[in-house]
Nanobody
């Protein structure tokens, strides 16, 4: 069983910072791409940032220059450093990862349950 669990969400004032973490556990042979998505009430889930197994990163235009995605492969953990937070960043943030559970198994996409980030104006 593969599990992704986010942590680090909370309430922060506009202009502040927050660091999210996503820990992967269970039967994992390898983790390919990992990413962060977010969803606000009444809106579709949107891509925030992604990172490949070798460090290539991609960001949504709305967070470029403010957010930094990183990963620690040894710890099987994904991070999202969020700086200069704005009220529009308020959302539930979800961890996403493409994982191969066994050497001979097929890779699949997994999602964490999400963590709430609220930015007060």
């Amino acid at each position: 069983q593969v599990q992704l669990v986010e942590s680090g969400g909370g309430l922060v004032q506009a202009g502040g910072s927050l660091r999210l973490s996503c820990a992967a556990s269970g039967n994992i042979a390898s983790i390919n791409t990992m990413a962060w998505y977010r969803q606000s009430p009444g809106k579709e889930r949107e891509f925030v940032a992604g990172i490949t197994d070798i460090g290539y990163t991609n960001y949504a235009d709305s967070v470029k220059g403010r957010f930094t995605i990183s990963r620690d492969n040894a710890k099987r953990t994904l991070y999202l450093q969020m700086n200069s937070l704005k009220s529009e960043d308020t959302a539930v943030y979800y961890c996403n990862a493409n994982i191969r559970p066994t050497v001979y198994g097929r890779s699949a996409v997994y999602w964490g349950p999400g963590t709430q980030v609220t930015v007060s104006s």
